[in-house]
T-cell receptor
Framework: DAGITQSPRHKVTETGTPVTLRCHQTENHRYMYWYRQDPGHGLRLIHYSYGVKDTDKGEVSDGYSVSRSKTEDFLLTLESATSSQTSVYFC???????????FGDGTRLSIL | QKEVEQDPGPLSVPEGAIVSLNCTYSNSAFQYFMWYRQYSRKGPELLMYTYSSGNKEDGRFTAQVDKSSKYISLFIRDSQPSDSATYLCANGAGGTSYGKLTFGQGTILTVHP
């Protein structure tokens, strides 16, 4: 299994609070991605990173920000969580831009 | 219209059956294609990765890509109860797309003994 650790694995929080999810990899892969998975929508890309301090928006980036200060860590932040951000969040890594992505086991986030 | 369309099922088959899972896509820029398997409460796991039209086989799994009709398939032979999962197709455009993938919404498969 690819060395990807997502934390926390589960979180329940209230509307309006900030939330940070962490993705940690031990593979030294250049590319990292954050997705959310919702019923009927499949996996949708939130943000991605193609190197340290190099990030860009994906399909559903509104309300989210990211940071990557080290190769191994990619953080996803919800500045002020809303109920519509209740979802399962997955991190993925890839060695190259056209290479397969490998996924972590996700964070289940509930915003009440 | 979604860029990648996948029948969500659910699909239920008896053990030993041949399973056919399908996706269609609309974006001609897609150059490489993947199939992932996802068990409940786990992350997607890569099953197949292919860059070209034609067939690619790996054990009981065969991925088929037809770029001319924008149609991709995954066949599972001699299906087992352990194959019960959600199957996701994923397409990528290559080039300067930074490896971004577009996923189908997944097909739920149940193989019953």
């Amino acid at each position: 299994d690819a060395g990807i650790t997502q934390s926390p694995r589960h979180k329940v929080t209230e509307t309006g609070t900030p939330v940070t999810l962490r993705c940690h990899q031990t593979e030294n892969h250049r590319y990292m991605y954050w997705y959310r998975q919702d019923p009927g929508h499949g996996l949708r890309l939130i943000h991605y990173s193609y190197g340290v301090k190099d990030t860009d928006k994906g399909e559903v980036s509104d309300g989210y920000s990211v940071s990557r200060s080290k190769t191994e860590d990619f953080l996803l932040t919800l500045e002020s969580a809303t109920s519509s951000q209740t979802s399962v969040y997955f991190c993925a890594i890839s060695v190259g831009g056209s290479q397969p992505q490998h996924f972590g086991d996700g964070t289940r986030l509930s915003i009440l | 219209q979604k860029e990648v369309e996948q029948d969500p099922g659910p699909l239920s088959v008896p053990e030993g059956a041949i399973v056919s899972l399908n996706c269609t896509y609309s974006n001609s820029a897609f150059q490489y294609f993947m199939w992932y398997r996802q068990y409940s409460r786990k992350g997607p796991e890569l099953l197949m990765y292919t860059y070209s039209s034609g067939n690619k086989e790996d054990g009981r799994f065969t991925a088929q890509v037809d770029k001319s009709s924008k149609y991709i398939s995954l066949f599972i032979r001699d299906s087992q109860p352990s194959d019960s999962a959600t199957y996701l197709c994923a397409n990528g455009a290559g080039g300067t797309s930074y490896g971004k993938l577009t996923f189908g919404q997944g097909t739920i498969l149940t193989v019953h003994p």
